[in-house]
């Protein structure tokens, strides 16, 4: 299975901020990889795919690059909505698998 | 817009088989692939498998010698069987509908809200 680290674990910022979140995988997965967001007691959103396609809808503050094993999520400008935990997910080869979760709260 | 959502048993028993259902509106079932993701409390995302409308399936190998997903188009529903359940089955599962974008992306497009389950005697 392909293996994905994020980091960091947790992270505490501000409203207005730009936040990075680091996505490493085990071995290559090309472009192959997407982002979600999580709020609690709900369902994961689809933010990004292809590395750095913005899905349909999402606010154009966040943005993904990468590629291979090396992959970032930036949010630009932090809004109130945006606290949640954020999960890289690759889809190169089965099982597809997603990082252990970034949980991003209020400073 | 479709809309997806989680039915069944809220409270399985050890050792017996947790069945879910996932019902889709607003949408077509003969087309894309249908996912189930799990995530245990307090835990990170599990990708269990998936059926394509066609009825191939791909499964997790955690989980593979245990589970069954299916399609019923004429109910426009997909199906999640597991069986010999233990207590780390505990989770909130969640179906969702994969759609292929060019490039070979398969993008997690659309998800249910998500049902818990819990696996105790």
């Known amino acids: 299975d392909i293996q994905l680290t994020q980091s960091p674990s947790s992270l505490s910022a501000s409203v207005g901020d730009r936040v990075t979140i680091t996505c490493r995988a085990s071995?290559?997965?090309?472009?192959?990889l997407a982002w979600f967001q999580q709020k609690p007691g709900k369902a994961p959103k689809s933010l990004i795919y292809?590395?750095?396609t913005l899905q349909s809808g999402v606010p154009s503050r966040f943005s993904g690059s990468g590629s291979g094993t090396d992959f970032t999520l930036t949010i630009s400008s932090l809004q109130p909505e945006d606290f949640a935990t954020y999960y890289c997910q690759q889809y190169r080869s089965f099982p597809y698998t997603f990082g252990q979760g970034t949980n991003l709260e209020f400073k | 817009q479709v809309q997806l959502q989680e039915l069944g048993p809220r409270l399985v028993k050890p050792s017996e088989t947790l069945s879910l259902t996932c019902a889709v509106s607003?949408?077509?079932?003969?087309?894309?692939?249908w996912t189930w993701v799990r995530q245990p409390p307090g835990k990170g995302l599990e990708w269990i498998g998936y059926v394509f409308y066609r009825g191939i399936t791909t499964y997790n190998p955690s989980v593979e010698s245990r589970v069954t997903i299916s399609v019923d188009m004429s109910k426009t529903q997909f199906s999640l069987k597991l069986a010999s359940v233990t207590a780390a089955d505990t989770a909130l599962y969640f179906c969702?509908?994969?759609?292929?974008?060019?490039?070979?992306?398969?993008?997690?497009?659309?998800w249910g809200q998500g049902i818990l389950v819990t696996v105790s005697a």
């Open positions: 969702a509908r994969v759609r292929e974008q060019p490039g070979g992306h398969a993008v997690f497009d659309s």
């Open positions: 071995q290559a997965v090309n472009h192959y």
């Open positions: 607003g949408g077509s079932i003969n087309s894309d692939y």
């Open positions: 292809g590395a750095s």
